[in-house]
């Protein structure tokens, strides 16, 4: 497909469990994003990367949280020992380079997580 | 601290009328100035910016003015219809990173 592709679209879990949220980005960006957005809120910043290294991770919010992109395409987003705080939607986002520029993003239609 | 703030929640417009959101920012440092569009179960999509060097930018029935000195952001749409009921995000971009608002959910009434 053209677009962002976000797998799964939907995630139930318990809580303590392990998950794994994908990424595919549009072919030939080179920067992806992760966002989370929380109900009633805007996408909230997770990690930034440019090719296959995190340019910023200043968004997760705590260890458990890690993402990679081993090969500059496919990104992975996990969670360790997930919380019932970590129930949102996870977006992924792509663009052609790497300074946010006029700052066009193209999400995916996210991955909505909810731990029970 | 909320470097984007979208002080209303909601509006609600007839059809054909002038549908104006706005966002407020506090860094002065921010590139670009953008709208965002998101409808139920979608990813936002893009929809107009502005760089910090201009004070408007239109697309369409779409206008985006941006007051540097109130650190103001407006998006305007005239004429509105039913089919720009979404959420609305105000982002604003410095470097890699893109702040979102909260978002302001616009109701298109016929």
């Known amino acids: 497909g053209a677009g962002v592709s976000q797998t799964p679209s939907n995630k139930v879990t318990e809580k303590g469990k392990y998950v794994e949220l994908r990424c595919d980005p549009i072919?030939?960006?080179?920067?992806l994003y992760w966002y989370r957005q929380s109900l009633g809120q805007g996408p909230e910043f997770l990690i930034y990367?440019?090719?296959?290294?995190?340019?910023?991770d200043s968004g997760l919010p705590n260890d458990r949280f890690f993402a990679v992109r081993p090969e500059g395409s496919v990104s992975t987003l996990k969670i360790q020992r997930t919380e019932r705080g970590d129930s949102a939607v996870y977006l992924c986002?792509?663009?052609?380079?790497?300074?946010?520029?006029?700052?066009?993003?193209?999400f995916g239609e996210g991955s909505r997580l909810t731990v029970l | 601290d909320q470097q984007v703030k979208q002080n209303s929640p909601s509006l609600s417009v007839q059809e054909g009328r002038i549908s104006i959101l706005n966002c407020d920012y506090t860094?002065?440092?921010?590139?670009?100035f953008l709208w965002y569009k998101k409808y139920p179960a979608e990813g936002p999509t893009f929809l107009i910016s502005?760089?910090?060097?201009?004070d408007k930018n239109e697309d369409g029935r779409f206008t985006v003015f941006l007051n540097k000195s109130a650190k103001h952001l407006s998006l305007h749409i005239v004429p509105s219809q039913p089919g720009d009921s979404a959420v609305y995000f105000c982002?604003?971009?410095?470097?890699?990173?893109?702040?979102f608002g909260a978002g302001t959910r616009l109701f298109v009434k016929a």
């Open positions: 502005i760089s910090s060097i201009k």
């Open positions: 990367f440019q090719g296959t290294g995190a340019a910023d």
């Open positions: 072919s030939g960006h080179t920067a």
């Open positions: 986002a792509s663009s052609p380079g790497g300074l946010a520029g006029s700052g066009e993003l193209f």
């Open positions: 982002a604003v971009t410095g470097g890699f990173k893109t702040i």
């Open positions: 860094n002065s440092m921010f590139d670009y």
